[in-house]
């Protein structure tokens, strides 16, 4: 499995970034896809999964805030993220099968 995320960058607070992850090498439609975030000094944490079956789950501190999504023709997973807080800033990984993507820094500062 290869993961390949997309779309991190600075933003201000209460702003908002799409993060992508575009996945190769399995049978991609089957399978639950997870965005994982760490910031410095803290372990990794789950963010949100979305299953085969598009049911969504997203940990406490982003509900309401952040929204994932799939396009299993495409083979992606999308994390879109607004109303940013400076709290929000870490590395964001995408998850598959045991394998995690490189991950892409989002940083929310002003």
């Known amino acids: 499995v290869q993961l390949v995320e997309s779309g991190g960058g600075l933003v201000q607070p209460g702003g908002s970034l799409r993060l992508d992850c575009a996945a190769s090498?399995?049978?991609?439609?089957?399978?639950?896809v997870s965005w994982y975030r760490q910031a410095p000094g803290k372990e990794r944490e789950l963010v949100a999964q979305i299953t085969s079956g598009f049911v969504t789950e997203y940990a406490d501190s982003v509900k309401g805030r952040f929204t994932i999504s799939r396009d299993n023709a495409q083979r992606t997973v999308s994390l879109q993220m607004n109303s940013l807080k400076p709290e929000d800033t870490a590395v964001y990984y995408c998850?598959?099968?045991?394998?995690w993507g490189q991950g892409t820094q989002v940083t929310v500062s002003s």
């Open positions: 998850y598959l099968l045991r394998s």
């Open positions: 090498g399995t049978i991609f439609t089957i399978y639950p």
